[in-house]
């Protein structure tokens, strides 16, 4: 298969294009370095089966050259996390929705067959859990900026969904906090780049709130795996499908871990949400994926435990995170 990933620089995007290249695919990434790296697809250098271009999705000349060559594409290119969309709302918005709309447009015109990244986010505050596909959304007031994200990624998720009806085979990934090697330690606030990073700087390990707050922890492996499946399987067109472990943990639970499995000397530290985000700021105190739809239409089953994907997740942290 001839593959176009964009955004494959980032962490999940360099996981699944090494995923294809080892499926046999040849791949192509577009990524403008925003917030990806090119360490994450250094080793494919050279590689005849893979191509990176340094650009941007909102060049629709680019993505109209390239798109009729591509038997499928993965759609993972976004401004990604709470604190980048706080930090520029307006460019985050508009990677995530315009870009989005420039690349279901071209996936249309050539009628190419595409998997769209979307976020738990998605289900913004709603607080009775497990979260169905078709569950409806919660969410606070367009003055708080974090619900810009939840917002601009369900407007992808509408562009697809009317595509659909048109006929264009796509089908949607809710990732649920995905983890692993290649998290950036600079990132988007990823939890567990954080608290490696701290415990293993000898830093506190600041848990937000009152650390009770829990999240589904997902590791790469299975976030890849549930990626390829939407793109494989004839009856994941057209559906939104949660991606990630039904496996709780509350946050402070997982620093106690962080801090054990890295034999840190940090203290725990508790801050106020205000102290991060300032006034107003909203966090959902769960957050958890009913995964039955994606076992029965994509033979979704997360395989990798917490404790197994942490230790490989801190393992590479170390080698990888600088003093
Ligand atoms: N990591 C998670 O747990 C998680 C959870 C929910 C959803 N997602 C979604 O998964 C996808 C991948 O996220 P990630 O965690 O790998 O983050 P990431 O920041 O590592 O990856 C995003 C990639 O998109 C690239 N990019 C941003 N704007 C671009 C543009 N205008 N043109 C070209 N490339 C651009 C960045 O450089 C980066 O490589 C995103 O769509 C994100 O919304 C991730």
Partial sequence: MRVLVTGGTGYIGSHLVDALIRRGDEVLVI?????????????????????????TILNEALLERMIPSRDLIFHLAAAVGVRHIVKDPLAAINTNVRGTEVV????????????????????????HVPFREDDDRVLGSTAVTRWSYSMSKAIDEHFA????????PVSIVRYFNSYGPRLDERGYGSVVANFARQALHGEPITVHGDGQQSRCFTFISDTVAGTLLAGEVAGAVGEAFNIGSPHE????????????????KSP???VPYEVCYGSGFEDPRRRVPAIDKAKRLLGFQPKVGLETGLKKTLAWCREHYRH
């Avoid at 595509?163 to 264009?168: F, P, R, T, V």
């Fill in 31 to 55: 990524d403008n370095l925003s917030t990806g790296r090119y360490e994450n697809i250094r080793h494919l250098r050279g590689n005849p089966a893979f191509r990176f271009i340094n650009d």
């Fill in 104 to 127: 279901l447009d071209q996936a249309f015109r050539y009628w190419k067959r595409i998997v769209i990244a979307s976020t738990s986010e998605i289900y913004g505050k709603a607080s």
């Fill in 161 to 168: 969904f009317a595509y659909a009806a048109k006929g264009l």
């Fill in 249 to 264: 943990t509350s946050i402070l639970e997982l620093a106690h871990t962080v801090k054990r499995l890295t034999r840190s």
């Fill in 268 to 270: 725990i530290q508790f």
